[in-house]
């Protein structure tokens, strides 16, 4: 009996002590560093490439902080949403409540991020996004989210304008069914009517659906001369290739979906002549790029250039950590001070319009091409 | 466009029944549903990556072979280690056990290779045929469903190993005591239901990349076309395969990608409602 007492009184013991440390060191977490920022990318599924790049990017920006800026540490909690908007919720929550993290560097996905603006702005947490492009989040983004990827509205724009000009007057939209993929394809349709153009079909296609067939003899049979085509790398290169197979004639046109090398992996040779718009990023001319490049290539090992997302989330987390500084980590302080703001990131200038939405300065226009010398598609400058 | 619309339902059509005969073959014997063949599936178009990308394995038919020989060795093993033990103990334990091995194997490819999709680096060049544009592995995979009909319907019921699995379906206990074989019949069953699952799993990955959850829409699809031809009917997954592969055209082609699933699926429910057994009739089946 005796015995038994005493088991549970050191059991008790050793809790209770295992307690201590943990809140301990907890504390310790969060007093140690000045500059804290939460991320919830995806991290797990067909998408995490998406993720790892957008991460892989935060991370430099976190390395050059604390390397520049003695005794300021800078700490990035990064929680995977694994696709997930519930899964992402709670990790915001989690962000929120345990470690005591009010700035966020992206919620990844339009669909996602949208069903937790709720609780970030109820609960006053800054979110900068750097890939979300859903149109919906100029109206409904609410006080506290930010972002300095262009909306879709400004991509559709500037896409239906582009495809007047190469006299491309009737076409048609694959879209995907998520937030993003109806959110693109509503504010084009009406953006190409608007400027004259003619739709012939548009069709829906659900993400995990990789058959494509009907939809292609559909298309060869409306003959448009444009196919605005708003699927993921994955489902667009497949589409590609049935395309091609089918010999459908009318040409492809995307926005920043077609960024990374996934398009080009899936498609093969069918991407090539695949058209795409995506912010121009003015990275050649500037000097804080040249030096991300560097750090890039030898954090990472690799000859590649960095991705349109690796640029977005070193800017995202820079600018987050530039604005917790001036704020000294008050949130309202730093809303004011972002809704002002005129920051010259590695993607251009960075300021804000009334409605948080960055504002916009060029496009750049890629068309795929087979590189000899790197054996590989990729896209070039449409005008070279 | 309609011929065309047709033909695209019965290339379709042929990766379902493909699949829908490894659950057939398994049920027939067993009485339970194996859901881990889709898994099973996916490993045979992993296994031919690891020959042709790992391997540098040049011939493409090669590589097919000893996939197809592999796949089949590790459907095997799967029965021996999951569902052997737990014969005894009822269908719903090797169900269970089966839905476990279509977890564990999904998750040891994801860990192995990660989820991004990858890609056979094959090219494939379309010809023209009856004005529709083939690639040759998609009348290969007609010629196969086919050839697969004819000798599975044939073996049972010439052979002695299908005059054995016939007898095991119909009674288990009594024909162990008759000294028939039938862990070695089992053996053998799951060798060829997993072997024509790599195959599916082959085309399947060239036309659409790999994933670890590349088998989970195309197996529910075969899943439905077994339960529709009445499980165990290797004729009437044959006509339901198709039929089942044109129906989804139709769907994605009137209706909506979102709807494919459903519409097909509420078209077996329809049919289980009105037929509970199966759209074919007993005479029909082989077992």
């Known amino acids: 009996m005796f015995k038994g007492k005493s088991m549970l009184f050191w059991g008790i013991l050793v809790i209770v002590i295992a307690l201590i440390l943990i809140v301990t060191l907890v504390q310790k977490r969060t007093s140690d560093s000045q500059v804290r920022i939460g991320s919830v990318p995806i991290l797990t599924g067909e998408y995490k490439s998406y993720g790892e790049q957008f991460r892989d990017g935060a991370l430099l920006a976190i390395k050059e902080i604390n390397a520049s800026d003695q005794g300021k540490k800078a700490e990035l909690i990064v929680y995977d949403s694994e696709g997930n908007k519930d899964l992402a919720l709670e990790k915001l929550k989690a962000l929120k409540e345990r470690d005591k993290i009010k700035f966020i560097a992206d919620i990844m996905g339009s669909g996602i991020a949208l069903n937790a603006m709720p609780y970030v702005n109820q609960n006053k947490m800054l979110v900068i996004s750097g890939v979300n492009t859903g149109p919906e989040f100029t109206a409904n983004g609410g006080p506290y989210f930010f972002r300095i990827i262009p909306s879709d509205g400004v991509a559709s724009q500037q896409l239906a304008k582009w495809a007047l000009e190469l006299g491309y007057k009737n076409a048609a939209i694959v879209h995907a069914t998520d937030v993003w993929g109806t959110g693109l394809e509503t504010v084009l349709e009406k953006t190409y009517t608007d400027l004259g153009g003619k739709l012939v079909l548009i069709k829906d296609s659900d993400q995990k659906q990789t058959i494509f067939k009907p939809i292609v003899s559909e298309l060869i049979e409306k003959n448009p001369d444009v196919i605005f085509l708003i699927l993921y790398p994955r489902e667009a290169g497949l589409f590609l290739k049935e395309a091609q197979k089918q010999g459908l004639k009318s040409r492809f046109m995307g926005t920043d979906n077609f960024t990374g090398s996934e398009l080009a992996q899936m498609g093969g040779d069918a991407v090539t002549g695949v058209m795409f718009v995506l912010p121009s990023t003015e990275k050649d001319k500037s000097e804080k790029y040249t030096r991300f490049l560097s750090l890039y290539q030898k954090t990472y090992n690799t000859t590649k250039e960095p991705t349109l997302f690796n640029l977005m989330a070193y800017d995202c987390v820079q600018l987050l950590a530039k604005v917790i500084k001036d704020s000294k980590g008050d949130v309202e302080k730093a809303r004011e001070i972002l809704t002002t703001i005129n920051y010259d990131g590695i993607t251009g200038k960075i300021s804000f319009d009334k409605n948080h939405d960055v504002v916009v300065k060029d496009y750049a226009r890629k068309i795929f091409t087979y590189n000899k010398e790197r054996k590989l598609y990729e896209p070039v400058d449409f005008s070279k | ?287």
Not at chain 2, 32 to 45: C, D, L, P, S
Not at chain 2, 125 to 132: I, K, N, R, V
Not at chain 2, 194 to 201: E, F, I, Q, T
């Open chain 2, 1 to 287: 466009m309609m011929n065309e619309q047709i033909i695209h339902g019965i290339i379709i059509g042929s990766t379902i029944a493909f699949i829908a005969i490894g659950y057939a073959l398994v049920y027939s014997v067993l009485k339970f549903i194996n859901f881990a063949h889709g898994e099973v599936m996916m490993i045979g178009a992993y296994l031919c990556y690891i020959f042709t990308q790992v391997f540098q394995i040049e011939s493409f038919l090669n590589a097919m072979l000893l996939t197809v020989v592999f796949t089949g060795i590790i459907g095997v093993i799967i029965e021996k280690v999951a569902y052997k033990p737990l014969r005894l103990k009822g269908r719903l334990s090797m169900l269970l056990s089966s839905l476990g091995v279509s977890i564990v194997l999904q998750a040891f490819v994801s860990i192995i290779f990660g989820s991004s999709p990858l890609v056979y680096n094959i090219k494939e060049t379309a010809f023209p045929l009856f004005g529709y544009q083939f690639y040759p592995r998609e009348l290969v995979l007609i010629f196969l469903l086919i050839t697969s009909f004819f000798a599975v319907s044939i073996a049972l019921k010439r052979s002695r190993v299908g005059l054995a699995i016939r007898a095991i379906s119909s009674n288990p206990t009594r024909t162990t005591m008759l000294g028939i074989p039938t862990d070695r019949i089992i053996s053998i069953i799951f060798f060829i239901s997993s072997s024509l699952a790599a195959m599916a799993g082959i085309s399947l990955a060239v036309e659409s990349g790999l994933t670890p959850s590349m088998g989970f829409q195309y197996s529910i699809w075969a899943f439905a076309v077994a339960v529709i031809a009445g499980l165990g009917s290797i004729r009437g997954i044959f006509i339901g395969g198709i039929l089942f592969g044109i129906v989804v055209t139709f769907s994605i082609l009137y209706g909506s990608s979102l709807f494919a699933d459903a519409i097909a699926l509420s078209i077996m429910t329809l049919i289980l409602l009105v037929k509970p057994q199966g759209l074919f009739p007993q005479k029909w089946r082989e077992f």
